[in-house]
């Protein structure tokens, strides 16, 4: 896979990124908004790129994909998840590399190409509500909020925001309804 914005590239992991990996997991936001996303050591890196590798070529996702900048840093990922209600977006960008728009840029350009590849006629997007920085990312996405309350969120129930984001064809029909 590759997707290039005017920033940005988004491809497909290499085992070779497996230290950048570990250290853009061990942010403060990442240990508080997803912290089975933290990955302690490299060789935990290495091992879940290996699986995340492996799972390129099949229909059951997951589906992960490194952020790079154009002059090819890793600055994070944005991920297709299979969920109980259908798949679901994904994204973290380092700490160092928040407050440029990158998270915005790289899902805006990641979710054409998900639901042209799944079949999809729409992605959830899901995070805590205390978590303004990924609320911003997918209100400034297109994303709908169609639920905000107590629910689950990683194996317990806490404050969530639950959007929906529908590709531009399904967008203009429920507009015109």
Known sequence: MHIETERLIITDFTEDMAETVHLNSLDEDNRRFVPDEVFETVDDARETLEFLISRYGGKEGPYVHPVLLKTGENIGYVQLVPIEDGWEIGYHVAKQYTGNGYAAEAVGAFMPY?????????I?????????????????CGFRSVFRGEGPYQGQQRQIVKNVWYPETERNETEEV
């Open 114 to 122: 998900a639901t042209e590849r799944k079949g999809l006629s729409e």
């Open 124 to 140: 959830w997007g899901i995070c805590l509500a205390d978590n303004a920085a990924s609320v911003r990312v997918m209100e400034k």
